[in-house]
């Protein structure tokens, strides 16, 4: 059974950093992955994706401050993310990315950026 676990959330003052890490069991992990967020009151929402072989992408908002990368060998993806502001605050999940599966979604790690 496929399964997603996000950390690394936390609550940390704006301009801050954070890295998230997502460990992928099974053969997920072959996929292209990305990184969504979904802050109170809003949909859920796409941050940044890669796929198997490294390529990048990111939402506007986020471009510049955010880095996506991933580790085939540990079967995990991170999101390093840097120079934080209070829109950043949102629970932040990782899937497949241009298509992610509503049956791979997990718990998610909540990221809180205070003033």
């Known amino acids: 059974q496929v399964q997603l676990v996000e950390s690394g959330g936390g609550l940390v003052q704006t301009g801050g950093s954070l890295r998230l890490s997502c460990a992928a069991s099974?053969?997920?992990?072959?996929?292209?992955m990305g990184w969504y967020r979904q802050a109170p009151g809003n949909q859920r929402e796409w941050v940044a994706g890669?796929?198997?072989?490294?390529?990048?992408n990111y939402a506007a908002s986020v471009t510049g401050r955010f880095t996506i990368s991933r580790d085939n060998a540990k079967s995990t993806v991170y999101l390093q993310m840097d120079s934080l502001k209070l829109e950043d605050t949102a629970v932040y999940y990782c899937n497949t990315w241009l298509g992610p599966r509503n049956d791979y979604w997990g718990q998610g790690t909540q990221v809180t950026v205070s003033s």
């Open positions: 099974g053969s997920i992990f072959s996929r292209d």
């Open positions: 890669i796929s198997r072989i490294g390529i990048t």
